[in-house]
T-cell receptor, first 114, second 110 residues
């Protein structure tokens, strides 16, 4: 049972470098999400994709871009990494309706920007 | 001010105690509500949905107060294994945005 798979699990970057976090889900969910989690801040929504072909900004989109490549895959790109982007990044997916809508998360990607 | 707020804790309680957490939300258009649990260095997982009439799942009871814009989680007969961070989540009507609170940390002591 793969569920939501994120890669890489760990990454160290230098300021100004770029990288892409990959996320794939095998549950045929329509909606996919990228969050970041910092100490004392809970999870903050970066971008989400309600369905294939659409993407929307969340609470903290600055410095990031996303691509919904197909129904399964949703990638997050840092074009020019900054130390403030040091965080744990979680990808999630759901088949949302107003009564259930459980979010399924990947295991997280720990990014350090030096 | 964050849209969904929680007391960060930590709440340190002895085994067998009853503990309650509150979560307040500022957007009156919030439609759906959930409690998630997150263990240290792990991903969050759904604990329970919160329905308008309130709902119970074993030792856990969730309540929603739309007039005062808060949700609550009550844990009875706390176990050591309940030690975790509890996150409340709201979804706005007409959107697919899951907005998380900052989380409340619970430590159940032997």
């Amino acid at each position: 049972n793969a569920g939501v798979t994120q890669t890489p699990k760990f990454q160290v970057l230098k300021t100004g470098q770029s990288m892409t976090l990959q996320c794939a889900q095998d549950m045929n969910h329509n909606s996919m999400y990228w969050y970041r989690q910092d100490p004392g801040m809970g999870l903050r929504l970066i971008y989400y994709s309600a369905s294939e072909g659409t993407t929307d900004k969340g609470e903290v989109p600055n410095g990031y871009n996303v691509s919904r490549l197909n129904k399964r895959e949703f990638s997050l790109r840092l074009e020019s990494a900054a130390p403030s982007q040091t965080s744990v990044y979680f990808c999630a997916s759901s088949e949302y309706n107003s009564y259930t809508g459980e979010l399924f998360f990947g295991e997280g990607s720990r990014l350090t920007v030096l | 001010r964050k849209e969904v707020e929680q007391d960060p804790g930590p709440f340190n309680v002895p085994e067998g105690a009853t503990v309650a957490f509150n979560c307040t939300y500022s957007n009156s258009a919030s439609q759906s509500f959930f409690w998630y649990r997150q263990d240290c260095r792990k991903e969050p997982k759904l604990l329970m949905s919160v329905y308008s009439s309130g709902n119970e799942d074993g030792r856990f009871t969730a309540q929603l107060n739309r007039a005062s814009q808060y949700i609550s989680l009550l844990i009875r007969d706390s176990k050591l294994s309940d030690s975790a961070t509890y996150l409340c989540v709201v979804i706005h009507s007409g959107t697919y945005k899951y907005i998380f609170g900052t989380g409340t940390r619970l430590k159940v002591l032997a």
